[in-house]
Structures are given as structure tokens and as C-alpha cells.
């Protein structure tokens, strides 16, 4: 009955210590379509808007400056874009938008 204790005992140990993995999950931005950020399928259309917001500011003079409330309305106004174009790619519906060009 020890024994079977003390083999218990080890095993939960070394359940315990054992190195958890984690999933590494990269998303090119560039291929996520209309359907796939306004229907929440690759992540929250908040999350994207401000990597969006973050990529073309750094491409257009590097400002660091985030109004959140005008952040907010411009990914509602894409998501309102998306829906009506589900195949558009969503940084071709940001540039044709906001006339960000690459």
C-alpha cells in the first residue's frame, strides 16, 4: 500500500513539473480577408484595428499618438465596410477608407 502511494505520489510530481507547451500562432495581416475580421474568426476587429492603426502611423512619419474614441469609430466604419465586402482583403478596405496607400 506504500509502495502504491509513493508511485502515486511521483507521478503526480512529475505531472506537476512537467514543461507545459505552448502553441506559437503568427497571423499575416495581410491575408486576413473582410469576413474573417468582422465576423471575430481570426481575433477581436479591436485587436487588429490597433495593429492596423500602429502599422500605417509607422509607415506614414512614425506618430505614436492613439485617440482611442477616434480608433474606435474608424474600426467600426471598417467593420461596416467589411460586412458589405466579405472577400476584400482588410488592409485594402483600411486603404481604400482612409487613402492609406503602401
Not at 29 to 44: G, S
Not at 47 to 75: E, F, R
Request: aromatic letters at 6%.
Amino acid at each position: 500500500m506504500m509502495k502504491a502511494k509513493a508511485i502515486l505520489l511521483g507521478l503526480m510530481l512529475c505531472a506537476i513539473t512537467a514543461p507545459v507547451g505552448h502553441a506559437q500562432v503568427t497571423i499575416d495581416v495581410a491575408k486576413i480577408t473582410c469576413n474573417q475580421f468582422a465576423t471575430y474568426k481570426i481575433a477581436n476587429p479591436e485587436n487588429i484595428a490597433l495593429w492596423l492603426s500602429g502599422y500605417h502611423k509607422g509607415k506614414t512619419g512614425g506618430n505614436t499618438l492613439v485617440d482611442p474614441q477616434a480608433l474606435k469609430a474608424k474600426s467600426t466604419e471598417v467593420v461596416n465596410y467589411c460586412l458589405q465586402h466579405p472577400d476584400t482583403p482588410v488592409m485594402q478596405a483600411v486603404e481604400t477608407l482612409f487613402g492609406i496607400s503602401n
